[in-house]
């Protein structure tokens, strides 16, 4: 059996599954203050009375980290950045404790200047004297080369300091967003640290040694331990968690379009052939952009708890929360009024919600039901509106080969997926689409679930440049030499190997690896008329998944 | 000084499929390091960079700039209509409103296409820029139109096929022509009967440093743009120029660029040569970006740039101060020069011989203009290329006077096919392509 336990922002939820069968399912309020006792608490209410030797593995959904930034209590952090030409640095956001510093690595992973070691002990006094710990280590380029993040590291080392390497953290291209990301690795790190210390000594106590795994931005898991040199990687963990438990609640194998309509926004993710989308460069959070891998979602400003309003004869919808419905003792109308009025839902106090409808409707020249029903009819509308644009989006993504113009794979939707609250919206927006729409079971405990049969994910980025002879992998911090007939097979071949172990190191089950070459490029380098070696790029990834049935006994 | 944000597009389109042999400078990996460069330093996630998927120009597109021998389809593959495209793709984003300049960072370049096209040459199969600048006035009725080529090579094949057009000003400066490849665009090469001194070239002599670039800049690029008064100003964007470029022996550097680009703010960039690709493309992309956007690129630099080993000698700004007040002083006289050249011919005719390096071709050519006061001009061209293909032309400018069309339906009407592989009728003010 397989418990997981997803920490939402109202509710905590506990799910028992075997053989990918929901056994016992269980919901406890979430205490936002202390994330940890809603978790627990949850734990405790559902393995009450089973035999903890039945339970396989746990595996977490929390919010510790998001709200940990959200909430802005994290550690200063120290940001050691490596920036060489290019973007002004004022340009940059690194903190207010960041310190720029010469080396430079290029494009190709060749070091054209050297750190100085001079300006290195200047900075380790600044933060001997500051007493700063978590430092972020960033240098531009440097997933193609981490030798100077390294070295800077080692030199400022010591027992007191904790380092974020932008590295090991992403193998994507984008100083900027690598600076942030590193940074918040930072800032969350004592705080993830302690969280982790006390989930083990919980399941220690009650449980002995199960593996507890931790679900990550992109949907898939991760061992606890080794979570811990990545705190970042948690974040988001909660769009994470509900389009994995849609996978585990609806089957999704086709394209499609996912809705998860909440009270304060409507959040949109899409599938193509059952996968789920990952965000072309990495999360945003608390408006900064960042390298982590996540699924994709873009959430629009809308839900059962948005206001309506009446301006210059048109609705309005959003995108503020001004909930909860007046049926349910709010002060404003809200969609969920609308559905009250139509006995679409069966929550507060109808005649309130009557009357909080009956002034728009007047507006409207309408009677109150018609003026519900055109509230919700705009609803659907504008949340169709923005699928179709989302799709567009996706679809429009620029490529970089002829081959792939001409072929101008798309994304077309066969069906709509619709959870949360206002749900009975689903046939208004399915018929807007002009596709068919489902609405899963369970979908009330459906993040849990997703947490529970999440595999476990990982993602390798692999640079090998036979003129210089030498191969990188930054999310591993390997570079090794390799021969001049270095071939695009070998690269990947090596990267399958590395990326086997790595996913082994991490929790996933050797007999549920998917290994998906996500790029691969070979250019030929030509010098002066002559080939004088190849450059090639390589990424593969054990893509987000559902763990087999066999797996979740 | 805080700059002016603009909204800019870019169009990326790498090819990273695409090489004209396996050698060739014009490869795969000619983007590559410029693609790791702007993803590296974040550009795309500016509110005010937007990237845009290139469309894919159409043969119709390609037969309002060009007589393609023998058609168009057989003259290009998909790499040079969606090279085409992006360029189109730039400009209708502008042109729409909906970014306030573009960048076409595409790949194969065309600004060595002439109006006659029998094949390759200089890298180039057909002109991006013209066949942009056809769609532009085809589509949205545009007249007065500026390209700037700051390519290192002369811009011949963008100034042929503008020759003859007074609306369509070429200003092309380059790495002087007795010591490059094309070996052309001389001072004197002012524009056709009808069009003088909508053609500028502005040879430069080897190893210009920045200063140099910037003085044109200044005292003929900016002042004539001022007077012609076009409506839109697109950068012939050639990246050669660079101190590293292996094909070329100028001195202009990533932050000339850059500046360069600030100040005649075109309103599209097309990229043009340039084949620098780790030491001087990944800079000068990122510089010209940052300036297109009205962002900083003060520390926008190469790693081994150094300002006095680059310096320019005074012996070549004597000559370029000397070669710049010739020019304006034509540019002064231009409108006066005409009598001068027609005196009392009616047509006017020019003889060329045009080497096509790329595919080794040879092309005899006679160009016979109608010497018009009310428009471009009718434009007869006889052209006959080694490989055995012969072919007669009658183009028809855009703003057509009665006269010329005339002469010119009536001259295609009576050119013999018996002579010709095919005789072409280009009408470009009714958008008219006729082959028989």
Known sequence: MILGIDVGGTHTDA????NSILKKKVKVPTDNANILSSLLAAAQKIIADENM???????????????????NKIDRVAMVLLGGPGLNPATLNPGKDAFFMSGYINHRGVEIQ???KDEIEQINQNLQRENIRQIGVVGKFSSRNPQQELRVAHILGN????????HRLSGRLNFPRRIATSYLNAAINSIYENFVYEVKKFVGKVAGDIPVYILKADGGTILIDQSLSCPVQTIHSGPAASIMGLLATAQIREDAVALDIGGTTTDISVFAAGDPLLEPNGITINGQKTLIRGLYTKSIGIGGDSSVRIENGNICIGPERMGPAVALGGEIPTPTDAMIVLDISALGSKQKAMDAIAPLAQKMNLDVVSAARSILDKMAAIIADSVKLVMEEINSKPVYTIHELLEGKTINPKKLY???????????IAGLLGYPYKIPEHSEVANALGAALARTTTEITLLADTEKRELIISEEGTVMKIPGNFTLEDAISVGKTVLKERAAKHGADQNDMVMEVTEAQEFNMIRDFCKTGKNIRVKIQIKPGLISAIDSR | MPKKEKTTGLIFFPAFDWAISETHPEREERLLYTQDQVLEEGLLDFDNIKEFKPGIATYADINRAHICVPDAQRLTTPSHLISAGGAITAAQKVLTGEVDNAFALVRPPGHHSMLVAHGARGFCNINIEAVMVEYIRHTFGIKRIAIVDTDCHHGDGTQDIYWNDPDVLCISLHQDGRTLYPGTGFVEDFGGPNALGATINIPLPPHTSDEGFLYVLDRVILPILDEFKPEIIINSAGQDNHYSDPITDMRFSAQGYALLNEKLAPDIAVLEGGYSIEKALPYINVGIILAMAGLDYSNVREPDYNAEQL???ADITGIIEKEVQNIMNMWKRRSKLKAQITGAAHYIRRDKNIYYD???IMEKQKETVRVCSDCGGLVMIDSAADNGKKIFAVILPNQCCPQCRKDGEDFFGRVSNALYDHVYFQDREKDIFIVK
């Open chain 1, 53 to 71: 030797r039945n339970i396989k593995r746990i595996v977490l959904s929390t919010t510790v980290s998001t709200n940990a930034i959200i909430q």
């Open chain 1, 159 to 166: 027992d007191q300091r904790q380092f974020s390497l932008g």
């Open chain 1, 15 to 18: 799910v028992l599954v075997e």
């Open chain 2, 358 to 360: 790329t595919d080794n």
């Open chain 1, 418 to 428: 619709v959870v949360g609250g206002p749900s009975a919206l689903a046939p208004d």
């Open chain 2, 311 to 313: 310096r320019q000698s």
């Open chain 1, 114 to 116: 050297t750190v100085n």
